[in-house]
């Protein structure tokens, strides 16, 4: 089945620590997107990548590194920079060209806590 | 100021009637695309539907329909006959041209539906 996964779903650490979420995509895919979600707030853009190894920052890239060595693979890390860490972090694709251009495809999302 | 309203933050129906999320956007450009995404507990969101700003054509998904209108920066959605399973956090996004030449959804703060039977 074609699809996003994100491992793990649910993520422990403890402050201090870097951690890195996994993001991958089968649907061949160009951009990939990386978003924290906080209770009661929509979606905010943390990077995101239009081709192999290249990306931009989103608006709340402090605190976070992202890599694009292959089109199927977007991980994140968030370091120990990032003063508020503990969300929720949805991956997502789209396609650039084509009837679905733009239309963005998510992953199950990786919950994040830090102590 | 948000570029994405969605100014009820909870609705709260019984089953089978009607309910319209309200989205109102701010763009200066012509050529933009909206966004309803839906976000279920589980908290993967399911896209529902793509409209670009040249098509203002309103259009109906079984019980989904969707209402654009360009003069008053809306992009409403309704919930004919509602049902239980409706019951989750609705977000409208507006995606407009970046500098890279790419299209950046901003999200509004989402409407948490909930259905009761």
């Known amino acids: 089945d074609g699809g996003i996964t994100q491992s793990p779903k649910y993520l422990f650490r403890k402050e201090g620590q870097n951690v890195t979420l996994s993001c991958e995509q089968n649907l061949n895919h160009d951009a990939m997107y990386w978003y924290r979600q906080d209770p009661g707030q929509g979606l905010r853009l943390i990077y995101y990548?239009?081709?192999?190894?290249?990306?931009q920052k989103g608006d709340i890239a402090e605190g976070y590194s992202v890599s694009r060595e292959k089109k199927e693979s977007f991980p994140l890390t968030v370091t120990s920079a990032q003063k508020n860490p503990t969300a929720f972090y949805l991956c997502?694709?789209?396609?650039?060209?084509?009837?679905?251009?733009?239309?963005?495809?998510f992953g199950p999302g990786t919950r994040l806590t830090v102590t | 100021a948000q570029k994405v309203t969605q100014a009820q933050t909870e609705i709260s129906v019984v089953e089978k009637e009607d309910v319209t999320l309200d989205c109102v956007y701010e763009?200066?450009?012509?050529?933009?695309?909206l966004f309803w995404y839906k976000q279920p507990p589980s908290g993967e969101l399911v896209f529902l539907i793509r409209r670009n700003s040249f098509d203002e054509q309103n259009e109906i998904s079984g019980r989904y329909s969707w209402n654009f209108q360009k003069s008053t920066s809306s992009f409403n959605f309704t919930i004919t006959a509602s049902q239980v399973v409706d019951s989750a956090v609705y977000f409208c996004?507006?995606?407009?041209?970046?500098?890279?030449?790419?299209?950046?959804?901003?999200f509004g703060r989402g409407t948490s539906l909930i259905v009761h039977p």
């Open positions: 997502a694709s789209s396609p650039l060209t084509g009837p679905s251009s733009y239309e963005q495809y």
């Open positions: 996004a507006l995606s407009e041209l970046q500098e890279g030449g790419s299209y950046i959804p901003t």
């Open positions: 763009t200066r450009d012509t050529t933009y695309y």
């Open positions: 990548s239009q081709i192999v190894n290249d990306f």
